[in-house]
């Protein structure tokens, strides 16, 4: 499971902790359906100024560590909190992402979402279909995830031997207790971060430090045991 921290080395901005702003706001005072309700232009006019931030920005060693894991197992699902589509450009598959994907929209009168990577979008876009106004495909601070994202979620995690965390405060729910999840019914925990974050507790095993470097002596560590099981 990732959080912003794995893109950080892209140069995208976390949300918490140093440089933990985007265009000097706190996500919390604009990614909000109030906020949207309130001034919609203002909201896209912030979700614009990210996509376009994000276009510049590309998957690190970090991302691509994560891609070559899922050929490391038979069976790797990627959970995500991020928006920002890095980890499908890493090569990433299986991905559930948690808080939705920044580059789609969802039109807020007959619901059909739309890809939109790479677009520029107008401050007020609408729908082709019925002329809507379109929100962005993410989650905000106090809606409800999306019921399959959660429910594939919950599946890979109350399934799994082992959870990697990596890069998250995990201080925001539901993603912060799935790894408590993993952990209840034996699954192994390992967190990879800069510093001890409220899993690091509960962990079997912390790796501190960039999810850039640790990530890529990982997957050459699993392959080698991979291909002879002595090692
Ligand atoms: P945060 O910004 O809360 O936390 C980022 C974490 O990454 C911190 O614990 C950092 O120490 C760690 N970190 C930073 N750089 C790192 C690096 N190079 N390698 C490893 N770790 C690093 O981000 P999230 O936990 O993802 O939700 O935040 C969770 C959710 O809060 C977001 O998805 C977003 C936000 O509100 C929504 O928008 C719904």
Not at 15 to 23: S, V
Not at 72 to 87: M, P, R
Not at 145 to 162: E, I, T
Not at 202 to 212: I, N, P, S, V, Y
Request: proline share 5%; hydrophobic share 40%.
């Amino acid at each position: 499971m990732t959080g912003a921290g794995v893109s950080a080395e892209s140069g995208v901005p976390t949300f918490r902790g140093q440089g933990g702003l985007w265009q000097g706001r706190r996500a919390e005072d604009v990614a909000t359906p109030q906020a949207f309700q309130r001034d919609p232009e203002g909201v896209w006019e912030f979700y614009n100024y990210r996509r376009e931030k994000l276009l510049a920005c590309k998957p690190n060693a970090g991302h691509a560590a994560i891609a070559a894991l899922e050929a490391v197992f038979d069976d790797w699902t990627l959970i995500t909190q991020n928006v920002d589509g890095l980890h499908r450009q890493a090569g990433s598959r299986n991905i559930v992402e948690l808080h939705g994907n920044i580059w789609t929209t969802r039109c807020t009168a007959c619901c059909q979402e739309f890809d939109h990577f790479g677009d520029k979008l107008s401050r007020r876009p609408t729908c082709n279909d019925c002329g809507g106004l379109l929100r962005p495909g993410v989650v905000w601070f106090g809606e409800m995830l999306p019921p399959d994202a959660l429910a594939a979620a919950q599946d890979a995690v109350g399934r799994c031997q082992a959870i990697l965390v990596v890069g998250t405060s995990s201080v925001v729910e539901p993603a912060a207790s799935m790894a408590g999840w993993a952990r209840a019914h034996g699954a192994l925990v390992v967190e990879i971060n800069l510093e001890r974050t409220p899993l690091s507790e509960q962990a079997d095993e912390c790796l501190f430090g960039k999810a850039g470097e640790i990530l890529p002596r990982l997957v050459s560590a699993l392959k080698a045991r991979k291909s002879d099981p002595s090692q």
